[in-house]
């Protein structure tokens, strides 16, 4: 509607302007403007890095509508002269609190100033801190804000069935493959880790028997392509990824999501679980947390309390003395629960004219219906033994508190 009322000659520039922080997320971005645009004769392109150049230049030459690009490529490109931002009437920054994580602010900052005051600009976060703010104070003129879901707390997707184990580190990865034997063949699961070296790791160990394959920043585009098409597809059914892969990524049939490290907070938790479980179906999600976690105990418990999910006797033990666990326990019980209703995360969308104006924004995912069968799944026996393992001697808790496998 907008290049319709607004659209101008594209050689001089495109009309439309869209920031992600991934490479996947932008050329995921562009697949969906190709859809709405094919029939209108609507012209797009990508820019991100790791990929030729070249090509991209020449359709800036040629001409777009809209340009999807990564904030640091994006300035590359304006400081080589090749592109005018002259013309963008409708700015659209998405995962903003994302590319404020990963240093891209100044970078934001320079390529909207390359782009005329009066546009109208939609700004997409998950998380609402005072970084990302203050940078919608600075971007947008009378912005109208839209909420979904509470912005005050962290909520995580109450059809995801939450699993915390508190391991050793020695632990882990014999339980890790205890849960991927358990799955139903084929399911799409994905592994996440702290670092590339143990993604890597980790993929070489499960590719002969579970089909693994890795990505993380260090892999080339052609690479990561083509190990997102193996995932896609389900030739890879095992994805082990870093945080790149946290958020944006739009995969449907994502089944469950293991955080074999956990993650560096509760809110990279809720983005890392909320591949699974969506529109409308359910997933599960196990993590595996250590004493080196402890300090993030009280606000995972906080987490799985507000997601309706049992919260195991070892975390809360961790969270009140601080992380100083008497001794490692073989099996630390998990949290699960029978969480229901519609949930996900909490999007914030922000719009406005800067002459006064507001719009809004929509985000939508896809996802497959829950299929039965297959591995052991949430069965109500195995659940009964998890729930009764919170009780009784040490020795009986270690023997009794498994969490269900599938």
């Not at 969480?339 to 909490?346: A, C, D, E, L, V």
Request: aromatic share 6%; with cysteine; net charge positive.
């Amino acid at each position: 509607m907008h290049l319709k009322q607004c659209r101008k000659d594209p050689r001089m520039g495109p009309t439309v302007l869209v920031l992600s922080p991934t490479r996947e997320l932008a050329t995921q971005i562009l697949d969906e403007a190709l859809k709405f645009g094919k029939s209108s004769r609507i012209s797009c392109t990508c820019l991100y890095g790791g990929a030729p150049k070249g090509p991209q230049l020449r359709e800036i030459e040629r001409g777009v509508d809209i340009v999807v690009a990564t904030p640091g490529w994006l300035n590359d490109i304006l400081e080589m002269s090749r592109i005018s931002l002259r013309q963008v009437s409708y700015l659209v920054l998405d995962e903003a609190d994302r590319m404020l994580d990963m240093g891209f602010e100044p970078q934001i900052r320079k390529i909207v100033k390359e782009v005329p005051s009066r546009r109208q600009t939609l700004m997409y976060t998950a998380t609402w801190p005072k970084e990302v703010r203050k940078i919608a104070a600075d971007l947008l003129g009378n912005p109208v804000q839209v909420n979904i879901g509470n912005i005050d707390e962290l909520v995580a997707n109450k059809s995801i069935t939450q699993y915390v184990e508190v391991l050793s580190p020695m632990e882990k990865h014999r339980r890790l493959e205890q849960i991927l034997r358990s799955q139903e063949p084929g399911s799409k699961i994905i592994v996440f880790c702290s670092t590339k070296k143990m993604c890597d790791q980790l993929a070489r160990n499960l590719s002969r028997q579970f089909g693994a394959a890795a990505i993380h920043g260090d892999k080339s585009q052609a690479d990561r392509d083509y190990v997102l098409n193996q995932f896609r597809t389900g030739r890879s059914p095992v994805l082990v990824a870093t945080d790149v892969a946290a958020r944006g990524l739009d995969i449907k049939d994502i089944r469950v999501v293991i955080n074999y490290d956990f993650p560096t907070g509760v809110e990279d938790y809720v983005h890392r679980i909320g591949r699974t479980g969506r529109a409308g179906a359910t997933g599960l999600a196990y993590t595996f947390f250590a004493d080196q976690d402890s300090k993030h105990a009280s606000d995972l418990i906080k987490v799985l309390e507000g997601a309706n999910q049992l919260v195991p006797a070892e975390l809360r033990d961790m969270a009140s003395r601080g992380g100083l666990m008497g001794r490692p326990r073989r099996w630390a019980p998990s949290s699960g629960g029978f969480g229901r209703g519609r949930g996900g995360r909490t999007d914030l969308g922000y719009g406005g004219w800067d002459s006064g104006r507001g719009g809004r924004g929509i985000s939508t995912s896809s996802s497959w219906p829950e299929k039965s069968g297959g591995g052991r799944g949430n069965d109500h026996e195995s659940r009964d033994r998890y729930n009764r393992g919170f009780h009784g001697s040490n020795d009986r808790r270690r023997s009794r508190s498994r969490s269900p496998a599938g």
